[in-house]
């Protein structure tokens, strides 16, 4: 090669350059098999595609509409779920059906050992025990739950039973604190005395 010949060999090559970055009719480039990225435009009418890569900018530098600014975000409240799922809610005691806080405090009253109360209602619904109580009050000497139905008090005594007592939508529970028997029927008394 002559130096003569140099600087047709590098018009040749800005010509294929061109000729590629351009793109021909007959098969698509590599910087044109990129798909277009356009944004819808603001007027409803179909905007001619952007070309992006190597191609978009050799045609930059023609006659070509402004770019269309991208979409802004949506506007109004923006739907934010809770942290933490819905409280459970508990099917209420039947009609005059005493409470459980209210067996504790004639349990006291009685002089039964109901130390450390705590109230474990919470565990009536699907995320605790799952039986469908409505209270559950545990001591160090009984727990005391009460149900929305005779029917529910009745199944769960027989399931617990010689551990527990049934008066009514009422069971005491003596398997957590672990109730003398001796003691167990001075409980009994006391809540038979409620109803």
Same mark, same amino acid.
């Given at each position: 090669m002559t130096h003569r010949s140099l600087p047709a060999v590098g018009v040749l090559l800005v010509a294929v350059a061109l000729t590629a970055a351009c793109g021909s009719d007959d098969k698509p480039s590599a910087a044109q098999s990129v798909p277009p990225v356009t944004a819808p435009a603001a007027s409803g009418l179909a905007s001619a595609p952007t070309p992006t890569g190597p191609a978009g900018a &050799?045609?930059?530098?023609?006659?070509?509409?402004?770019?269309?600014?991208?979409?802004?975000? #949506?506007? /109004?409240?923006?739907e934010r779920r809770p942290a933490s799922p819905p409280p459970v809610v508990l099917p209420p005691r039947p009609p005059g059906a005493p409470g459980a806080r209210q067996v504790v405090?004639?349990?006291?009253? &009685?002089?039964?050992?109901?130390?450390?109360?705590?109230?474990?209602?919470?565990?009536?619904? #699907?995320? /605790?025990?799952?039986?469908?109580?409505?209270?559950?009050?545990?001591?160090?000497?009984?727990?005391?739950?009460?149900?929305?139905?005779e029917t529910s008090a009745g199944d769960i005594a027989e399931?617990?039973?010689?551990?527990?007592?049934?008066?009514?939508?009422?069971?005491l529970n003596y398997l957590e604190a672990k109730t003398p028997a001796a003691d167990r029927p001075r409980y009994e008394k006391a809540l038979n005395s409620l109803h």
């Amino acid at each position: 090669m002559t130096h003569r010949s140099l600087p047709a060999v590098g018009v040749l090559l800005v010509a294929v350059a061109l000729t590629a970055a351009c793109g021909s009719d007959d098969k698509p480039s590599a910087a044109q098999s990129v798909p277009p990225v356009t944004a819808p435009a603001a007027s409803g009418l179909a905007s001619a595609p952007t070309p992006t890569g190597p191609a978009g900018a &050799a045609q930059s530098s023609g006659s070509q509409a402004p770019p269309v600014p991208p979409s802004a975000p #949506p506007q /109004g409240p923006i739907e934010r779920r809770p942290a933490s799922p819905p409280p459970v809610v508990l099917p209420p005691r039947p009609p005059g059906a005493p409470g459980a806080r209210q067996v504790v405090d004639a349990f006291r009253a &009685a002089g039964l050992r109901v130390t450390h109360p705590k109230d474990r209602s919470v565990d009536c619904g #699907p995320d /605790g025990l799952g039986l469908g109580c409505s209270e559950i009050v545990a001591t160090d000497g009984v727990t005391v739950f009460v149900f929305p139905d005779e029917t529910s008090a009745g199944d769960i005594a027989e399931t617990w039973s010689g551990q527990s007592y049934r008066r009514g939508a009422v069971v005491l529970n003596y398997l957590e604190a672990k109730t003398p028997a001796a003691d167990r029927p001075r409980y009994e008394k006391a809540l038979n005395s409620l109803h």
